[in-house]
């Protein structure tokens, strides 16, 4: 009943010709037919045709004036019903497509094809004898690529199916292509954010370096941050910022003088108080010290803004406000501004919470690392003073990944 390089075989009747239909028009999903070929006469033989026609010999003849032309490899079928099924079994590279035919009409199946995402952009000939402009006008409304009139002519038939292929060809190519760059845009992105981060950590690093000796601060930092805010339930893309911007946050540093940073020799008792001051614990503390210190101290918020105020992206605006207000605490008794409560940003006080517990828990000049339960509990006598209430139960609800992340990365020299 059908020539072929797949025969289609008979379909036994099962309910109406339209359920037959629609029970052989749910196929597997595949990936779209890539034609290989430029079309030369010599390359033809990996095209695919389907010739979908209830009378065999427009089939054979199809076939034979193809062939001449170096065409070889065909599926055909004379069961319209058939013909969705075997479109997706055989992936060709082009459809001729009869209209009038039993049970189903070639209008039908076009629409089914147009329909699938699958098969949507394989090209479809119409083979038709009719000359109803009304029904040539709705095949080219459902997505017909050509017309050819019954009897086929050779001459007319080859051109036209050459076309047809080259159009798909170009298509496949800037559909390829289109693959490969937004590939290739991806890879770069990743680059990109890859440098953006390793950029942060070398500016975090850069003012660390000055009294601290490995720089890791600065990456725990960021991560205590994030996980934090997600703990807290913030938007993805404001998480991410947080985690990008805190290692920044005492960027500002660079600005100050090492007579306050760096003191040769042992630290006297009240100067380790300062120093403690330093790694976060708060105002009180830092007011022990010479009023002149104390002013020159507490403006490495303010120099960490100027320097990242210059930047117009969401980064640094993030960065800018972590910079000015990580060091505020949540009663007031911060600086530099002396903002308390939500009058702080969240930024900042989530990033107060990350840095004061980074000081507590690694081992500086001035002092070791303290047990973890010294660093919970000292923590949570902070509560509502130092810090965000909201802030610190996120950040304790979280314990166990912030302790993970304090041991991947370790102060090890």
Not at 115 to 143: C, M, N, Y
Request: net charge negative; charged share 25%; with cysteine.
């Amino acid at each position: 009943m059908t020539s072929s390089s797949l025969t289609a075989q008979p379909t036994t009747e099962v309910g109406s010709a339209t359920e037959r239909f629609d029970a052989l028009a749910s196929p597997p999903q595949s990936e779209p037919v890539r034609l290989r070929t430029d079309h030369g006469k010599s390359d033809l033989s990996s095209v695919n045709v389907l010739i979908v026609d209830d009378e065999p010999l427009i089939i054979k003849l199809v076939r034979k004036y193809l062939a001449r032309a170096g065409y070889e490899n065909f599926v055909t079928t004379t069961e319209p019903l058939d013909a969705i099924n075997i479109i997706h079994q055989a992936k060709p590279d082009l459809i001729l497509l009869d209209v009038m035919m039993p049970d189903i009409s070639g209008l039908e199946i076009l629409e089914r094809v147009r329909s699938d995402a699958t098969t949507a952009h394989i090209p479809v000939i119409i083979l038709t004898a009719s000359t109803d402009e009304e029904a040539k006008q709705r095949a080219l409304d459902l997505g017909a690529t050509d017309f050819l009139t019954k009897p086929v002519a050779p001459s007319d038939l080859v051109p036209r199916v050459r076309n047809a292929l080259c159009v798909k060809l170009h298509q496949d190519q800037l559909e390829h292509y289109a693959q490969i760059l937004e590939q290739k845009v991806r890879e770069r992105t990743q680059q990109l954010a890859c440098s953006h981060l390793d950029l942060i950590h070398c500016l975090g690093r850069a003012a660390e370096y000055r009294d601290n000796e490995t720089g890791r601060h600065v990456i725990r930092v960021g991560r205590y941050a994030g996980v934090i805010a997600r703990q807290l339930r913030l938007d993805p893309t404001t998480v991410e910022l947080i985690e990008q911007a805190a290692p920044l946050h005492d960027l500002g540093k660079i600005g100050v003088p090492d007579s306050i940073l760096l003191k040769p020799g042992k630290l006297e008792p009240e100067e380790f108080e300062v120093m403690q001051a330093h790694c976060g614990m708060g105002r009180r503390i830092f007011e022990r010290m010479p009023d002149q210190e104390w002013d020159l101290a507490k403006t490495h918020t303010e120099i960490g803004l100027k320097i990242l105020a210059g930047g117009r992206s969401a980064l640094f605006t993030m960065a800018a406000t972590i910079a000015l207000t990580h060091h505020e605490q949540y009663d007031g008794s911060g600086y530099p501004l002396g903002l308390a409560g939500d009058n702080i940003p969240l930024p900042g006080r989530i990033t107060a919470v990350a840095d004061v517990f980074d000081a507590l828990s690694s081992k500086r000049p001035y002092k070791p690392a303290f047990p973890l339960s010294k660093c919970f509990g000292i923590m949570r006598e902070e509560k509502g003073r130092h810090f965000d209430p909201r802030v610190l139960d996120a950040f304790l609800a979280r314990s166990e990944e912030i302790v993970q992340i304090q041991i991947e990365h370790a102060d090890l020299d």
